[in-house]
Structure formats: C-alpha cells, structure tokens
C-alpha cells in the first residue's frame, strides 16, 4: 500500500477510534459517576477482584488471535474459521474453570460474595471468545467506523442493564449486569457488523502457524490483564477491601484518559504499523508521529488532571472518596512513561518482536508485584508512588527494544514528549499559584471550568512558544486532513517547517 493512502486510511481509523473510544468512556464514565453515588467502596472493591480474575481468563481466550489475524499478510478463510473455533474452545474451557475456581478465590479473599459474582461474571469470557475473530477482521480492513458504533450500542446496553439492577435495588450487581450486559452486546453487534459465518472446520497447519506467535502475545496479555488488577489483588490482601475501591477510583480517572488517548491510537497504529514492518525507515518516521499525537492530548489531561484532583474527586464521587485524591496525583506522575509503554506493542507486533514484548510486560509485572508489595504496608498512597516509580523505571527497557526493534535511539523517543509534558508542567504552576484563590465565592462546577479554561489556555500558549518544531511536526503527520493553505499558516505561525 503506498505510503500516503496508508497514512490517511491510518489517520481515519485513529479519528473513528477516538469517537469509538471518546463515546464509550463517556457513557461508561457517567453510569460509573452515577453507581458511584448509589454503591460504597466494599461494593466496588468486590467487583474489581473479580474483573481482574476473569479479564486474566478473557485475554486467554484470545489466544493472541487478535494481533495474529492482524498482522497476518494474507489471511484466508481456513485459517479465520481455525483462529474463530480455537478462540471459543478455549473460551468455553476458562468459563468452565471459573466456576470451580470462585469458592477458593472467595475463601482466599476472605470475602462469601466474590463466588457468585464470579461465576456470573464468566459469561464475559464466552462472550469475548465469540467476537475476537470478527473484531480482529474488521480491524484489519480499517473497518473501525463499524467498530465504534457497535460498541457506543454495546455500552449504552450495559448501561441499561446497570439502571435495570439499581431500579431494582439490585446494589453491587449493578456493576455486573453492566460489564456482562456490554460484552454481550458487543459481540453480537461485531456479528451484526461483519456477517461472516464460520465454517465447521479446523486446520492444524493453521494452528501450528499462529502457535508460535499467538503463544508469545497471550503471555503478553496475560501478563498486561494481571498487570492492570496485580495491585488491587495485592492491596485487598494487605488493606482493608476498602482501599481497593480507593485504588479503583484512581485508577479509574486515569484510565479514562488513556481509553479515550492511547488505545485509539494503539488500534489504529497496530495495523499501520504492521503494513511497515518491511520498512523501517517509514515505521520509525510513523512511531514518532503517533507518539507526538498521544503526548500532545495525554499530558495536559494528566498533569491538568492532577492539579484539579482535590476539587474534581469530591464533587464527581463524593466526600466519601476523598482519599483517592493524593493516589491520583501520584498516578498522574507516570505520564511520560505510560506514554512511551502504551506504543510498545504495536510497534514489537509490528516487527514479530513477541519474545521483547513478553519480557518487557513481565518486568513490569515483576517491578508492579514487588513495589505493590512494599508500598502496601505505608498506606494505599505509597502504592500509587510505588506504581508510579516502577514505570519510570522501566524507560531503559523501553529504550533497548525500540532500538533493537528499528533503530530509533532513546534520545528521540524522549524529545517527542518533551515540548508537550514540559508546556503541561508550566501551565500547572498558574493553576496551582492561584488555588486558595476564591475558596467559597465560586461553586465548584465554576471553580472547576476556571482551573481547566486557565490550564488549557497556558499549556497552548507554553506549546506555542517554546514547542514550535513539535507543533509543525503534529501538523505534518496530520497532513492528510489538514488543506494546504492551513498548513502553511501553521508552518508560518511556528516559524519553521515540519521536522
């Protein structure tokens, strides 16, 4: 595919996963607000231990099919309808372990509850086997215009299911009628989506070509699933449940930011990136290009989330979550490094470099487990700098692989980010200076627009002055939906042209 018609099909999809990814954290976000009014920190705590448990059995089912049928240069309906049935073997295999494994995990936890809403939470792992296959075509033909409006529709069902329960003074299975409901939902609709029926045969040729790989990025995905619920796991043996309800909130607000920046961008790139592997000259030219997208929306969202975290928490959730507001903060002190960390599997898929991206999740797993471990003792605060810690120092790793991968140097990879954290850094100072500044004139609704009107006009004006090269270069690798007159003001407005 020539260069320019793949940058354009790659700025497209990024621009229907934003929508994709913009709408459904919205919806998800406003019925997460709303539940957590209704529900206490135990009810969210439960039900984050066992998420974490079957998202663990869910990214098994996958078995790396998804990326495998990306990646893949030629992928005929053999080899679909072998990657759809292994898919739901497995799936239907993990469900069935779920419910032997819920009585153990609940004794372990110490918690009667877990048991039932683990078993009932299990249908998300058949649910998820059913629509990989289909998800991952669609992905592959650019088909995310299709993919976002299915899952606007599937989280406005979970939504629905939520509301149902709460009617029904159904308390903390609210939360699992919605992450059910939506799952459910969302592989019926990619169904809807791509009408292919798979045939009733299998391939072990198939198998045997996709093992090798798919193997590697399951232990990926295993590792990233323990990963992202490894701390709550830790903190709900260390801490009262309570705290894993604190720690859920925290993270909530931070991963609503990385939903809504970095996964569509990771969808999209994923795909490009792929179509690049032969090159590497233009898939070093395209990593630089989707990290100065991401860093140019994921910094000031996390350094102006940070400064406005003691007003914002309060209000959305209430009084009662007001020990997250610090966890947050610290949080947000991992943007640099998210940033640089969310890109690496694309760009390692891209160049079948499964075997560095297994390590690299297992180091940071191994450093989440052990900093979790330590931290936990000092309070549910030293957990979040301990999380914190452990992805900076994991940026070397990072460094190493991209530049075994396709020769970009570290050095470069840093000064992508450079011009947008540094501007979100400076603009958190006028915020900050000013933050006694009307206590009790303004409503806080008011007080808020304030802080965020102020941040966002200092980091534009920051970026502007000492970020020139930086905006020129997001220009240019925008170019396909950018007309040329307006790109030669920018060029002008920045004094230099596009790196």
């Not at 970020?467 to 040329?484: D, H, K, Q, Y």
Request: charge should be positive; hydrophobic fraction near 60%; glycine fraction near 8%.
């Amino acid at each position: 595919m020539e260069e320019k018609t793949l940058r354009k099909k790659t700025v497209i999809a990024f621009l229907w996963c934003l929508v994709r990814s913009g709408f459904e954290q919205i919806i998800t976000f406003i019925i997460f607000l709303f539940l957590s009014r209704m529900l206490t920190p135990d009810d969210f705590g439960v039900v984050a231990l066992a998420a974490g448990i079957v998202e663990i059995l869910r990214l098994l089912s996958w078995a790396g099919l998804f990326e495998a049928i990306i990646r893949a240069p030629d992928l005929d309906e053999v080899a679909a309808d072998t990657a759809f049935w292994t898919s739901v073997t497995i799936g239907c295999l993990l469900a069935g372990l779920v419910l032997v494994l819920a009585l153990p995990v609940a004794r372990l936890f110490g918690q009667p509850v877990l048991a039932p809403v683990i078993r009932t939470m299990s249908l998300i792992v058949i649910a998820s086997s059913l629509g990989i296959t289909h998800t991952g075509r669609l992905a592959r033909n650019f088909g995310h215009r299709s993919l976002a409006m299915r899952a606007l529709a599937a989280n406005i069902a979970g939504g629905l299911a939520a509301l149902a329960v709460i009617l029904a003074k159904g308390g903390m299975w609210a939360l699992v009628a919605q992450r059910v409901g939506a799952e459910i939902m969302q592989t019926a609709a990619v169904w809807v989506a791509l009408p292919w029926v798979p045939k009733l045969r299998f391939s072990l040729v198939e198998v045997r070509r996709m093992a090798g790989f798919g193997a590697r990025i399951t232990v990926v995905n295993i590792i990233a699933g323990v990963h992202m619920r490894v701390q709550e796991a830790l903190v709900g043996l260390r801490l009262p449940v309570a705290a894993v309800g604190t720690l859920r909130i925290a993270n909530r607000l931070t991963e609503l930011i990385q939903q809504m920046v970095f996964l569509p961008a990771n969808q999209a790139t994923m795909v490009a990136f792929s179509r690049l592997q032969a090159e590497p000259a233009n898939l070093r030219r395209a990593y630089l290009q989707a990290l100065r997208l991401a860093g140019l929306a994921a910094t000031p969202c996390f350094i102006g989330l940070a400064c406005i975290g003691p007003r914002l928490v309060p209000w959305l959730f209430g009084s009662q979550w007001t020990a997250g507001v610090p966890v947050l903060q610290a949080l947000c002190l991992a943007v640099v490094p998210v940033t640089v960390l969310y890109f690496m599997p694309p760009v390692l898929v891209a160049v079948g470099d499964a075997g560095g991206l297994a390590w690299l999740s297992a180091a940071n797993l191994g450093l989440g487990v052990a900093t979790t471990l330590i931290a936990a003792s000092h309070g549910i605060l030293a957990v979040g700098i301990g999380l914190t810690v452990r992805s900076w120092l994991l940026m070397p790793a990072c460094f190493f692989l991209l530049n075994r991968a396709t020769g970009l140097p570290g050095p470069s990879v840093l000064a992508a980010l450079t011009a947008p954290a540094g501007a979100a850094a400076a603009a958190a100072i006028p915020v900050l200076a000013i933050r006694s500044w009307g206590n009790g004139d303004l409503a806080v609704p008011l007080r808020l627009a304030v802080d965020i009107l102020l941040f966002g006009t200092a980091y534009c004006g920051f970026l502007l002055l000492f970020g020139r090269r930086f905006v020129a270069a997001v220009a240019e690798s925008l170019t396909p939906l950018i007309p040329a007159r307006l790109q030669a003001v920018l060029r002008r407005l920045c004094g230099t042209q596009a790196a």
